[in-house]
């Protein structure tokens, strides 16, 4: 079946602009995750959602950061006046939500790059 | 402060030879842990997990071991193949409540280079 997905699979823009990037997670996932993955660093958790709601949020780095999942499927990333330290790769993954740990399945990411 | 690192920015082994990835954590909260594997452009792909009540796990040619005492983890592959050549990260992941955020602490990765 079909993985997760993300689009944008490169975006540039310049400093100041506004960008939205989308993850389409494997269907019947409830979990969906958003990380950030900066250069020579490992991924870094953003943010959570159980179904519609952002059931974890503590990664966001600051208030230009906002993810919204409406219907419990797609999600998307939305970041406000970007700076260039926002220049990283967005991961998303989605796991279902069972006993025991579930494991998340990532998708390619997005590179962010912004001038 | 990094909870989870990996000491070895980079691993070089002969095919067929044993390739061994460290990875230590500070929180002992975690009681999940994982490897995961990932190719230039990709995302990262799970490899093996161990939970904290366990001191190893194979799969295959893969086996991952902990030692909860020293907070240290290891992957071992054997034998090694020019495949197998990614960066790997070490991740872990704390006890929540059903349902709950099992979000992933991740170290730097290690990149693994297998020469033939």
């Known amino acids: 079946g079909a993985g997760v997905s993300q689009t944008p699979s490169n975006k540039v823009t310049e400093k100041g602009k506004y960008v939205e990037l989308r993850c389409d997670p494997i269907s019947g996932h409830t979990a969906l995750y958003w990380y950030r993955q900066s250069l020579g660093q490992g991924p870094e958790f953003l943010i959570y959602f159980q179904g519609t709601g952002a059931a974890d949020d503590s990664g966001l780095p600051n208030d230009r950061f906002f993810a919204v999942r409406p219907e419990g499927s797609v999600s998307t990333l939305k970041i406000q006046r970007t700076e260039r330290g926002d220049s990283a790769v967005y991961l998303c993954?989605?796991?279902?939500?069972?006993?025991?740990?579930?494991?998340?399945?990532f998708g390619p990411g997005t590179r962010l790059t912004v001038l | 402060d990094q909870q989870v690192k990996q000491n070895s920015p980079s691993l070089s082994v002969q095919e067929g030879r044993i390739s061994i990835l460290n990875c230590d954590y500070t929180?002992?909260?975690?009681?999940?842990f994982l490897w995961y594997k990932k190719y230039p452009a990709e995302g990262p792909t799970f490899l093996i997990s161990i939970s904290s009540i366990k001191d190893k796990n194979e799969d295959g040619r893969f086996t991952v071991f902990l030692n909860k005492s020293a907070k240290h983890l290891s992957l071992h592959i054997v034998p090694s193949q020019p495949g197998d050549s990614a960066v790997y990260f070490c991740?872990?992941?704390?006890?929540?409540?059903?349902?709950?955020?099992?979000?992933?602490?991740f170290g730097k990765g290690t990149k693994l280079t297998v020469n033939p």
């Open positions: 929180n002992s909260m975690f009681d999940y």
């Open positions: 991740a872990a992941s704390e006890e929540l409540e059903q349902g709950g955020s099992e979000k992933l602490v």
């Open positions: 993954a989605s796991s279902l939500l069972a006993g025991g740990y579930n494991e998340q399945f």
